[in-house]
T-cell receptor, first 114, second 113 residues
Framework: EAGVAQSPRYKIIEKRQSVAFWCNPISGHATLYWYQQILGQGPKLLIQFQNNGVVDDSQLPKDRFSAERLKGVDSTLKIQPAKLEDSAVYLC????????????FGSGTRLTVV | AQSVTQPDIHITVSEGASLELRCNYSYGATPYLFWYVQSPGQGLQLLLKYFSGDTLVQGIKGFEAEFKRSQSSFNLRKPSVHWSDAAEYFCAVGAQGAQKLVFGQGTRLTINP
């Protein structure tokens, strides 16, 4: 079974620039999550999709972050404009039934904003 | 709302020694509890999970954890660590019927040869 794929692995941008991350979940997994992991902290949920609908985006900074999951498969997370404090690892995870015990995480995208 | 505390930011043990990583959670009902491991540059790998039943849970790589409701704890243990166990360890809690996980801040494990 292929895992959760994320790209790019690393990205360096200047503040105020925009950036996008891509995630391809495990085939058949209906639920997709984006987590933000700041250095020295545990991951924090940004947004959760069930198929192509948003279930929870309460911690997504909507003035600069956006995410979509077209056709209920791949997902893109965008930041525009980026701030220095957005430097973090962005982790994508997926699960079959949307239950918390069935997560598989991708390797993440490490973003550095300079 | 649920929360997780990992009191130890960094732990160093010698190879072959025993290990215990502490985790305390806050949640009003019976929680779902997890331990994940993260090697540098990698995603999170599930070590073990607890939902109900036997409070001593066995996981991969020789790890185990014990759920103690009276202490709101879910400590991770391993009888003898290997150099390859050096990594960051995260405890997480999920609520029944809910889907998101809340993570602790992590404990970095260093192994001395």
């Amino acid at each position: 079974e292929a895992g959760v794929a994320q790209s790019p692995r690393y990205k360096i941008i200047e503040k105020r620039q925009s950036v996008a991350f891509w995630c391809n979940p495990i085939s058949g997994h209906a639920t997709l999550y984006w987590y933000q992991q700041i250095l020295g902290q545990g991951p924090k949920l940004l947004i959760q999709f069930q198929n192509n609908g948003v279930v929870d985006d309460s911690q997504l900074p909507k003035d600069r972050f956006s995410a979509e999951r077209l056709k209920g498969v791949d997902s893109t997370l965008k930041i525009q404009p980026a701030k220095l404090e957005d430097s973090a690892v962005y982790l994508c995870a997926s699960s079959l039934k949307g239950e918390s015990h069935g997560y598989t995480f991708g390797s993440g995208t490490r973003l550095t904003v300079v | 709302a649920q929360s997780v505390t990992q009191p130890d930011i960094h732990i160093t043990v010698s190879e072959g020694a025993s290990l215990e990583l502490r985790c305390n959670y806050s949640y009003g009902a019976t929680p779902y509890l997890f331990w994940y491991v993260q090697s540098p540059g990698q995603g999170l790998q599930l070590l073990l999970k607890y939902f109900s039943g036997d409070t001593l849970v066995q996981g991969i790589k020789g790890f185990e954890a014990e759920f103690k409701r009276s202490q709101s704890s879910f400590n991770l243990r391993k009888p003898s660590v290997h150099w390859s166990d050096a990594a960051e360890y995260f405890c997480a809690v999920g609520a029944q019927g809910a889907q998101k996980l809340v993570f602790g801040q992590g404990t970095r494990l260093t192994i001395n040869p």
